[in-house]
């Protein structure tokens, strides 16, 4: 069979691949409706490798780029740096290594499919790799720097080869590699990869616990060391605490609460046995975990955020949703490869997300993108195996089911390219590239700047959009800390101040210009004989971003 | 014999679970509980209803015409323990009672003996179905018709057509919602099982009798379903505009109009109604803030149970679904009952997704144990599970018992009922009594309840009755139920106020200090918010 196809196949495969990457390139300029602090800071580290070999603080080629104190994990920089050195500091160069990969990613899904069900049923995997080129959970992460979507395409990569694996074990090796190095990808992709390789481990542990398997314990070894070294080092351990969820523990009001109508004192038994901190952990966890598989989030509201995904529409198309369920019918039913490894994959990817702090991320959840795109596939492919022989049900169906996903993708095409970057231009922090050019053409007409910190994080954006000298920054480069959040800010660059307005205070100062939010200068209190109103830029939805005031 | 003595001793803590403290807990004793048992003692003193109706199969109450089964059912209850709030609940507790064997003989018919028996502890310990037995609802009695029903379809007698058919109509007349899951399985037996020979004339003479019963339940029916749903919010065609506005800015007109339109919003909401009531973290964790009558902190079902119902559930589809797929129906059309609702209120409609919920659970349970080997893993492995499942009903009991009471949200609404049974204690003293409607949207329900007025008297009397949303008696011989307005009220004299906080609270201190008025506080004080009721008297 794959010989008589094989062109076909490939054909298709490369015709899917090209509408993937259509997907995840098209009007890249306006969707996202901007550009994140870290996307700016990969940008930028990038560019500062690319012209000095050290990162914004002066290290030289480090593996773990502090940047705004967050401790960013490298593969994602060094993956920009050519594209950079290509095209620019520009925000299309900076994602174009997650838009890239995140087309390849079809051609994987395929391939994994393939070796899942020992190439006898190849249709699945087309129909998984085209579910994949237009599932929005996928595409949204490809056309922004997410350091997420490289990690998950290694994550791909290693599943593959984690397959492989069990007919030719020297495989294992090539699959801990690419796990390590997913961990120096993305900090919430240490469990997972632990997760993946000791759970694969475990279902085929006669495969890779013989004698002589000498390439497993190197793999449990490798593995071991890196995440060891990684959860070792003090500072990303402080950034894991900050994310995990046992971090944030209740309010003391809410425990007096509690207290006052039990009638107990904190400290007693029935206290820590009915209302302890683990307790509610396990129950927050636990409630978290199941978030993920609601049907409600993945198939019509989505996520929260407006850079999670597409807004009041799922993670996944609608039309999907019954051939999920057949699919896990015959996932199920069907004694294959697939069964074992899908389930596996379906059932720990959202561990990670679950016990971090935000109620539901699809950043850390992505992984679970792939598990859910596989079983719709087969499921849609058992559907039309069960109808094959009945012409007068197959023709109706497929007419259905192709109307069925047309008016999904238009529908997904309107809500994400259209209405989207409308409301979620406030969360993509849209303003700052107007704002800093802004700047740029007017900036030295003012004795000092100041430019507002309530959107976090602005001096990345003066970097990245001035392209400011790296060589220049890295000797004033200056981190203090900030303890409303959790990572530093920068106080200063040149005569450009990042600070929160105190407009009464500020209003008196002479000769500068003052770049703040409505809620920091209302227009009430700009008074023509000390100050004036010489720039405002709106959000997509209407309302405003920045005002730019000078004072005279 | 052993059997016996299990299923004693399951009746025995499901009838503690459901019987205890009923009057108190749950605490808010709601409108609704009130107006069906008054009807149900107007139904008994008189043989009318509210609205001096003989023996009628529809009772408008508040206009939205509440379940003529459960207040008959009531009605013997009220005849022997008088018009009060125990009374009142216990049918629907002891149906819950009833519904835990129903669960045990659907377990025993459709499994074997022990998924039977332990489909019957997860439902007498089920938090949903302990709190849903603790209050007058027809819910409770729904459930207990449908698990009859089953059982009667999965069983095989003569008589069995007859007894559907009245189950089917009793069900009409008891709670509406429950007609999505009970009407296509009814149907099913009669048109494609092959056990019905009836000719074709007899199905259809069948079909007519429960039209016609639908019909007389239609306003009923139509008010559960088509009141307050999603498609009469007036914003939404704004919306569309809005959001076709957008479109047109970036795409020619044609594309707006294509995905923004009545259809797509329709098609958008209903797969939203219908995929929420699925949502785990409302089914597992936390309820709804709609749902008065359930523990906000807990789930309505425990975690462990879900991995159970997917073993269950997934070795049903493995070894042979055959008739099991009819549980597999039930679980899919449950969430069809407030699938048009605005707001959907999972805490009641979705009741019926435990029937599969349990037996999945529980036959889930069973193969589990079947696939371990020694005695002793299967030793470790009863134990660790009964420890985590104690564990979920303590911290369930925990809240249910303790903490639901006192919470602040669910007041007990006996500070209302002293209060007012102080005024009307005296009520010829006073010209007028004005009870205020922002406690509760009809007042005058709780005066007829808590003051035992007699049914007759009551159908007698004048009275006005308006309202848009909801009916209810805004005038009733010299008693107003009205929002009070202080300043148009400062002058009436010889009126006797009865209000909260709200209304009276803030200018009743005033005037009290100037002497100018008897103040009258009913405090009850719990330990996270406090309640007040006032009665006030201006004096001349």
Known sequence: MWLNYNKLKITLLVIITLLAFYMRLVDINRVPAGFTWDEAALGYNAYSILNTGRDEYGDFLPFIFKSFGDYKPGVYIYLAVPFIALFGLTELATRLPSIILGSLMPILV???????????????????????????????????????????????LALYFLIKSLENRKFLAISAILLCSSIFTYQSAKLFCVFLFSGFLFIFNKKFFTKKSYVTYFSIVLISITVLISIAEPITRSRLVVLSQY???????????????????????EFSFFH????????????????????????????????????????????????????????????????????LWLLIAPIPAALSRDVSNTVRALPLAFALEYISALGLFEFFRLIQHRKMVLIPAFAVISLGFLFSLGFFVDRYFIHNPIHSSKDWLYGHKEAISYIQDNGYKYKDIYFTTKFNEPYIFYLFYTKYDPAKYQKQAKLINNRGIDVGEVPKIDNIH??????????????????????????????????????????????????????? | MQKIILIVIIVVFASILRLTNLSLIPPKFSEDEAAISYNAYSVLKTAKDEDSRLMPVEFISFGDYKSPLSIYVTVPFIGLGGLNIDSSRLPAALFGIFSVMLFYILGVKIFDEKTGLLTAVLATFSPWHIQLSRFSTPVSIAIFLILLELIIFYSSFKKKFLCLS???????????????VSVPLFLYYLFFSSETKFSLITKGIICLILVVVILIQKNSISHFYFESTFYKDLSFQNRINELRGYSDSYFPHLV??????????????????????????????????????????????????????????????????????????????????SILKLNVDIGTSLFFITIPFYLFAASGFIVT??????????????????????????????????????????LNNSIFENTSKRAFKDIEKYEKIVVSDKYSRTPYIYYLFYNGVDPKKYQES?????????????????????????????????????????????????????????????QIKVEESEETFYLLVNKK
């Open chain 1, 110 to 156: 395929f391939l994994i499919s393939r070796k899942l069900l020992s190439g006898k049923k190849d249709l699945v995997g087309l129909v998984a790799a085209f579910f994949v080129a237009f599932s929005p959970w996928f595409i949204n992460f490809s056309r922004g720097a997410w350091e997420t979507n490289i990690s998950f395409f290694e994550n791909l």
């Open chain 1, 247 to 269: 971090s944030y523990k209740r309010s003391a009001e809410e425990v007096n609460g509690i207290v006052k109508q039990d009638y107990l004192i904190p400290s007693s038994f």
């Open chain 1, 276 to 343: 302890s901190e683990n307790l509610s952990f396990i129950k927050t966890v636990g409630s978290r975990y199941l978030n993920y598989y609601n049907p409600k989030f993945l198939f019509v509201s989505g996520p929260s955020d407006g850079r999670q995904g597409a807004l009041n529409y799922g993670m996944m198309q609608l039309f999907e949703l019954p051939f999920l369920l057949i699919g896990l019918f015959f996932l199920i039913r069907n004694n294959l490869l697939d069964k074992k490894v899908i389930l």
């Open chain 1, 498 to 552: 990042f600070n929160a307005l105190y407009w009464p205070h500020d209003r008196s100062q002479e000769g500068n210009l003052y770049i703040g939010t409505w809620l920091e200068i209302p227009d009430t209190d700009i008074d023509p004989k000390e100050s004036k109103l010489v720039k405002t830029i709106k959000f997509l939805d209407d309302t405003i971003a920045f005002k730019f005031v000078e004072t005279h």
């Open chain 2, 166 to 180: 009245v189950i089917q109509i009793l069900l009409i007349l008891t709670y509406p919602g429950s007609l999505v």
């Open chain 2, 256 to 337: 707006g109009l294509i995905f923004q339109n009545k259809i797509v919003y329709f098609f958008d909401q209903l797969s939203k109604n219908y995929l929420k009531s699925f949502d785990f973290y409302y089914l597992f964790s936390y309820a709804w803030g709609k749902d008065k009558n359930l523990v906000d902190v807990m789930g309505k079902l425990y975690s462990i149970e879900l991995i159970f119902f997917l073993i269950g559930l997934f070795y049903t589809i493995k070894k042979n679904v055959g008739r099991k797929v009819l549980l597999i129906i039930i679980f899919l059309v449950s969430p069809f009952v």
């Open chain 2, 369 to 410: 144990l079947g696939f371990l080997s020694s005695f002793k893993t299967k030793i470790v492995f009863v134990v660790s599970i009964l420890a985590i499942y104690t564990l979920s009903l303590i911290v369930f009991l925990h809240y249910y018992f303790l903490h639901f009471p006192k919470n602040g949200k669910n």
């Open chain 2, 462 to 522: 004048f009275k006005q009755r308006s309202g848009s949303e909801f009916i209810s008696t805004t005038k009733l011989g010299n008693i107003e139920f009205r929002s009070i307005d202080y300043i148009k009220d400062d002058s009436l004299m010889n009126v006797a106020f009865i209000g909260s906080e709200s209304d009276i609270g803030k200018f009743g201190g005033s005037c009290a200090a100037k002497n100018s008025c008897f103040l009258y506080k009913n």
